[in-house]
C-alpha cells in the first residue's frame, strides 16, 4: 500500500519553515525521506525505525509516530538548496519482500528569494 | 568513489527491441534494486538482489529480468520493449537489509521506447 504524501506541493520563501507528512495504512517498521532535485538521483536524509524516536539533519529533522502510522518532515528556515521533490519510503517489517520500500508519490518544495 | 554507476543515461529504443541497462556498485553491497519513476508517481520497485545469485521480483516485474553474478553488478533487461516502459531507471544498493540501511542511487536511466 503506497503511503500518502502531503501536501503535493508547497511554495516557501527563504527562512520560513515547512512540514511534510507521509501517512500509511499498513503498521510500519520503518519510515525513509530521500530529496531529489531535477534531473537528479534521490539523495538519502533520514531513517526513523519503529520507536518514534526524532531525528536531526541539520536544519531538517523528522519525526514517527507509531500509533498513527505517521511520519512528518520538518525543515526550519529553509534555504534555497532544499527545493526539490521530497519521498518517504516505508517498510512494514524487517526481511523479505517486507523489508522493500514503498515510496509515496513525493511532495515538491519549491523555496523562492 | 564512484558509488553506483549507470551506464547509458539516455537510449531511445524502438517497440520490440531489446536491451541490458547496466547498474555496477563499488561500496560492497549485498542488497540491490532496481527502480521505474514515472512522473508524478514516485519510485516502483521491480526486482531486488540479497546477495550474488540470489534475486527476487518486486512490485512491477512484468517485462523485465535480472541476474546478479557478482556483488559489483546488477543488470536489468528489457527483452521486448513496449511503449508502458518509458521510464527513468534507478539502480540502488545498500549495505544489508533496505529497511533500516540508507540506500545509494545512481543518476538513472532515461529510456523512451518509440
Known amino acids: 500500500q503506497q503511503p500518502v504524501q502531503s501536501p503535493q506541493a508547497v511554495i516557501l520563501r527563504e527562512g520560513e519553515d515547512a512540514v511534510i507528512n507521509c501517512s500509511s495504512s499498513k503498521a510500519l517498521y520503518s519510515v525513509h525521506w530521500y530529496r531529489q532535485k531535477h534531473g537528479e538521483a534521490p539523495v538519502f536524509l533520514m531513517i526513523l525505525l519503529k520507536g518514534g524516536e526524532q531525528k536531526g539533519h541539520e536544519k531538517i529533522s523528522a519525526s514517527f509516530n507509531e500509533k498513527k502510522q505517521q511520519s512528518s518532515l520538518y525543515l526550519t528556515a529553509s534555504q534555497l538548496s532544499y527545493s526539490g521533490t521530497y519521498f518517504c519510503g516505508t517498510a512494514s517489517n524487517y526481511g523479505g519482500s517486507q523489508g522493500n520500500l514503498i515510496f509515496g508519490k513525493g511532495t515538491k518544495l519549491s523555496v523562492k528569494p | ?82 511503449p508502458s516502459q518509458t521510464s527513468v531507471y534507478f539502480c540502488a544498493s545498500s549495505y544489508l537489509e533496505g529497511a533500516n540501511q540508507p540506500q545509494h542511487f545512481g543518476d538513472g536511466t532515461r529510456l523512451s521506447i518509440l
Open chain 2, 1 to 82: 568513489n564512484a558509488g553506483v554507476t549507470q551506464t547509458p543515461k539516455f537510449r531511445i529504443l524502438k517497440i520490440g527491441q531489446s536491451m541490458t541497462l547496466q547498474c555496477t556498485q563499488d561500496m560492497n553491497h549485498n542488497y540491490m534494486y532496481w527502480y521505474r519513476q514515472d512522473p508524478g508517481m514516485g519510485l516502483k520497485l521491480i526486482y531486488y538482489s540479497v546477495g550474488a545469485g540470489i534475486t527476487d521480483k518486486g512490485e512491477v516485474p512484468n517485462g523485465y529480468n535480472v541476474s546478479r553474478s557478482t556483488t559489483e553488478d546488477f543488470p536489468l533487461r528489457l527483452e521486448l520493449a513496449a
